[in-house]
Structures are given as C-alpha cells and as structure tokens.
C-alpha cells in the first residue's frame, strides 16, 4: 500500500491527459479531499466549482494562458473573501484565504494521484474573464485553477530539491543526533 | 472547419489568449512572454490548419513547437535555443518566399 509520502513523490503537473471524462465518484473524492483541508479559524471561505462541459472548457481555456495540454475538467477555487473578513479579520481576508485554498488544492492534486488522475495547478489566467464565463455570484472571486483528466503524458519535471537543500536551518539541542 | 461562424470563434478564442496572456504578462515572469508568444504561434497554426491554408513546413513547426515548448518551465537555455532555432526556420522559409 502506498504511503503519502509516496503518492506525494508521484504526483506532477501533468498536462496531457486521455479523453475519458473524469467520473462522478471520483470528482467526489476529490471534493471530498479538499473539504478535510485546513483553514484558518475553521472558516472556510471559499467553495468550489467544477466544469466538465467540452465547450466551457475550451472557453476557460481560451483566457487562461497557463492552461496547457488537453484536460476533461476543471476545479475553480473561490474565494468569499467577506467570509474570510467576517471570520478572521483583515488577514483573513489578504492571506488566509489564500493559504486556505491552497491546502486544497494540494489535498485534491494528492487524491488525483491516487486515483489516476493527472492535475496541474493553475495561476496564469485572467479571474475576471473566468468569473464572466461561469457566472460566478458575487461576492466570490476565481482564486486558483487546477486542471484535471485521467493521466495519459509523462511529467515534464522529475527534479526536486533534497532534504538538504530544502533545510535553511535545523536549530536543535547540542546532544541530539 | 467550414462555416463563418466556426472560424469566427476560432480566432475570438485567440484574441482571448492573447489579450489575457498581455494582461497576466504585466505581473509573470520575463520567460513567461516568449513562451505565450510561442504558445500563440502554435495556436494559429492550427486555426489556418483547420482552414485547410497549413502546408508541411506549417505543420512540422507546429509539431516541434507542441514537442519542445514546455522545456520553458524546466530549462531556460534550452528553451532559448529553440527559440533560436525556430526563428531560423521560419526565416529559411521566408527567405524562399515571394513577398
């Protein structure tokens, strides 16, 4: 059985993808994944919206210039950063928030590896253009894009940074290992 | 690809990129520019592709483009020398061109 660590080490951005679309339970389990994330002030301010339409797709596509490859769906992270105000003040609001989704995404991007499918976490794209194609309800804004099909391509990248490299510092007491 | 409207939305669907790529240029990285410019050239070709007006020289840089571009994300010389290596395709091409 594979560990976490281990789904970790296999998850990549992966852009190219098979054309069969992405079924129900799974996109549950990815929702369900990012639903057991941590927020701040147990606040949650953001929600989530799924596209699964070709057309749509393309559309979003289309105003998001870091959406590469061929991906059968999409998941939209949304911010109600009035929510994040309204819970966790003003650094709820210009921060949290954001750390918020971001822990979501990772948790959907590691339930994607295990269940096979390749995601690719997206910020170069325009939010106001994607808020206009999906008819996002104020006051919610399009904070994060994370492209998803079932895995097809190779990664592009395989290198990543060493225990050693990652440490700054390893502060700890003088007898210890 | 046939009717007006169809080629119509293809080109809207570049303007878009376009547009949003020079709105979200303001604030990315210096690399991120000329690897939309690329990204762009692919997509052209591939609406003149579907308007039948692609012929092999097109096509076969259109495929080296889909091949090596993402090499951006991973190895800026890389990518700079195949960007090198574009420019003199498509230069030996015009330069066999009637203007």
Same mark, same amino acid.
């Given at each position: ?8 080490? @296999? ?10 679309? %992405? ?20 606040? #949650? ?14 559309? %979003? =596509? ?5 959406? &590469?490859? *061929?991906?059968?769906? $999409?998941?939209? &992270?949304?911010?109600?950063?009035? @929510?994040?105000?309204?819970? /966790? ?17 990772? *948790? %959907? ?30 006051? #919610?804004?399009?904070? #994060?894009?994370?492209? &998803?099909? #079932?895995?097809?391509? =190779? ?7 060493? /225990? @050693? ?5 390893? %502060?700890? !007491?003088? *007898?210890?290992? | 690809?046939?009717? @007006? ?8 669907? $570049? ?21 939309? $410019?690329?990204?762009?050239?692919? +997509? ?5 592709? *579907? ?9 076969? !840089? ?6 090596? +571009? ?16 574009? /420019?003199?395709?498509?230069? +030996? ?5 009637? &203007?």
């Amino acid at each position: 059985m594979a560990t976490i660590l281990d789904i970790m080490k @296999k998850r990549r951005s992966i852009r190219s993808h098979s054309s069969q679309p %992405i079924k129900k339970q799974d996109m549950e389990r990815l929702v369900e994944a990012a639903a057991w994330a941590p927020s701040a002030g147990n606040s #949650y301010p953001w929600n989530i919206v799924i596209v699964q339409q070709k057309q749509l797709l393309r559309k %979003i =596509q289309a105003v998001s210039p870091g959406m &590469l490859g *061929n991906p059968t769906a $999409l998941i939209i &992270l949304c911010n109600d950063r009035e @929510k994040a105000q309204a819970r /966790v003040g003003s650094k709820g609001r210009e921060l949290f928030c954001f750390m918020d989704i971001a822990h979501a995404a990772q *948790n %959907i991007c590691l339930e994607a590896t295990e269940l096979g499918i390749g995601s690719c976490l997206i910020m170069s794209f325009n939010p106001d253009a994607v808020a206009e194609l999906i008819d996002l309800p104020e006051p #919610y804004t399009a904070d #994060y894009l994370i492209s &998803l099909g #079932y895995s097809k391509g =190779q990664q592009v990248s395989t290198k990543k940074r060493t /225990v @050693k490299e990652t440490i700054l510092s390893w %502060i700890k !007491e003088k *007898n210890d290992e | 690809m046939s009717s @007006k409207e169809e080629i119509r939305s293809s080109w809207l669907e $570049l303007f878009c990129f376009m547009s949003s790529s020079a709105r979200g240029l303001v604030g990315e990285p210096a690399l991120y520019g000329p690897f939309r $410019l690329v990204d762009s050239l692919e +997509k052209i070709i591939v609406i003149l592709e *579907n308007l039948g007006m692609a012929d092999e020289f097109m096509e076969k !840089e259109k495929a080296k483009i889909a091949e090596k +571009k993402l090499i951006a994300i991973t190895d800026r010389d890389a990518f700079i020398d195949f960007l090198d290596e574009i /420019v003199i395709d498509f230069t +030996k091409e015009l330069k066999k061109a009637q &203007l």
